[in-house]
Nanobody, 125 residues
Framework: QVQLVESGGGLVQAGGSLRLSCAAS????????MGWFRQAPGKEREFVAG????????TYADSVKGRFTISRDNAKNTLFLQMNSLKPEDTAVYYC??????????????????WGQGTQVTVSS
């Protein structure tokens, strides 16, 4: 059974940093386009960042460009999201996502094959 398990969330002050990790199991990780989505209370789940299967291409939502960095380690079946200069509006549950489309680095809700359970990120002002 495929599992995506996120970790690294927590409470941080505005301007601070967090690093999220997503460990994949029972998944041929290296052939999946991977990404991060987030969902704030009362809002739709939204795309944050994506990375191609090889790691050679990345895509970011405009709201996080220049502050967040997505990366992956295919040897360890792990996805990362380094989040710097955090803002209160970044507060949300962050979800790891896998898409078996082996092209590009932008992910769409309708194309996701597997989701993690989510990890809470709270940024205080």
């Amino acid at each position: 059974q495929v599992q995506l398990v996120e970790s690294g969330g927590g409470l941080v002050q505005a301007g601070g940093s967090l690093r999220l990790s997503c460990a994949a199991s029972e998944l041929t990780f290296s052939v999946y386009t991977m990404g991060w989505f987030r969902q704030a209370p009362g809002k739709e789940r939204e795309f944050v960042a994506g990375i191609s299967w090889s790691g050679g291409s990345t895509t970011y939502a405009d709201s996080v460009k220049g502050r967040f960095t997505i990366s992956r380690d295919n040897a360890k079946n792990t996805l990362f999201l380094q989040m710097n200069s955090l803002k209160p509006e970044d507060t949300a549950v962050y979800y790891c996502a896998a898409d078996n489309r082996r092209s590009g680095s932008t992910l769409y809700l309708s194309g996701i094959n597997y989701w993690g359970q989510g990890t809470q990120v709270t940024v205080s002002s």
